[in-house]
């Protein structure tokens, strides 16, 4: 989910109206926005061997920095049978599509279209095509007060989130084809940001094995200090909790050193919500994406294992951790 490094004008973004399904699906004038999906695969090739993947797919919409909207896709793969990480980026330049309730994206030969909680990703790496279809298991989730969330020093943000996105379709891996199922995770954020803040964040998706779902949102500064926090519970049958900032915490309980642009970031966290705490394990430790020389960005997402205690009992799943780091770290 992370931003070109431009300046978008002032921070503005949400409002009282809040979000709207299935209108606000589709793109927005917005200076900046972006549909983000992230899943965990699985499956068993004609030979029979298990394949085990996670994924992250990511368009970005900017308007006002060139006549046309300027479009970035972010792609990432980390193969957990093989042991390796691989990412692109593609960029691409069209009318912003002018649609109702859905929204129909591409960037060079990447496309994601969808709409009401049922989405098709069609994405390739050297090694890798991803054609995946995505059914909503549970309504969507408005993540603060109607969809619309404090952003600290960024401003203001709409978001709304699909957290339980059953996922089927084919990865062909290396010429191999798998077919997969699993289960994914669209946030869709738009807004006027101010990105020339300096400012970051940590953000956690979980999809637990006791059927709840979190979104944790750590903002911070550019010293690197937390100065806002957004949390979202889903619960059985897609019913919502927002929580206190005061009642989920995250505690980082290593690091990595990038070895391509020297960024130190969080390896491993402890994550405390209420009634419970969890341990956040990256898959690989190595999940970055350096864009600095397309996007001016660098981050790391990655694909986590967790395991914890939820109301005394024991728990486990999978999420996507994202380290967008302050211009400071």
């Given at each position: 989910m992370v931003p070109l490094r431009v300046s978008a004008g002032p921070a503005a973004g949400g409002g009282a109206a809040g979000v709207r399904l299935p209108q606000d699906e589709a793109p927005h004038n917005a200076p900046d926005e972006w549909w983000y999906f992230s899943g965990h695969l699985q499956g068993i090739d004609a030979a029979g061997h298990v394949h085990s993947y996670g994924f992250e797919y990511v368009t970005f919409?900017?308007?006002?920095?060139?006549?046309?909207?300027?479009?970035?896709?972010?792609?990432s793969i980390t193969d957990l049978t093989r042991h390796t990480f691989q990412y692109g980026v593609q960029e691409d330049s069209y009318p912003v599509p002018a649609t109702h309730d859905s929204f129909s994206l591409h960037t060079g030969g990447w496309s994601m279209s969808g709409g009401s909680g049922r989405d098709v990703l069609h994405a390739d790496l050297p090694g890798y095509a991803l054609d995946l279809r995505l059914q909503a298991a549970e309504p969507a989730v408005l993540h603060g007060t109607d969809g619309v969330i404090p952003f600290g020093p960024f401003g203001s943000s709409y978001y709304y989130s699909w957290t339980s996105l059953l996922t089927s379709g084919t990865v062909i891996d290396h010429g191999t084809a798998v077919k997969v199922t699993g289960v994914s995770w669209m946030d869709h954020q738009w807004g006027s940001f101010d990105f020339a803040s300096g400012a970051g964040w940590d953000w956690f998706s979980m999809q637990l094995s006791n059927g709840q779902q979190y979104m944790l949102y750590f903002i911070r500064d550019e010293s690197g200090q937390i100065v806002q926090t957004i949390g979202t519970r889903v619960d059985h049958g897609g019913r919502v909790t927002h929580l206190a900032a005061a009642s989920f915490a995250e505690q980082a309980t290593g690091s990595w050193t990038s070895p391509a642009t020297g960024i130190t970031y969080g390896s491993g966290w402890q994550v405390t919500v209420p009634g419970g705490h969890l341990t956040v394990t990256p898959d690989l430790p190595d999940q970055e994406l350096d864009l600095l020389s397309t996007q001016?960005?660098?981050?790391?997402?990655?694909?986590?294992?967790i395991q914890g205690k939820i109301d005394g009992s024991p728990v486990h799943g999978v999420g996507y951790t994202e380290i967008n780091p302050p211009a400071g770290s």
């Open positions: 919409q900017y308007l006002g920095i060139a006549p046309e909207p300027v479009y970035f896709g972010n792609l001016g960005v660098a981050y790391w997402e990655g694909d986590v294992s």
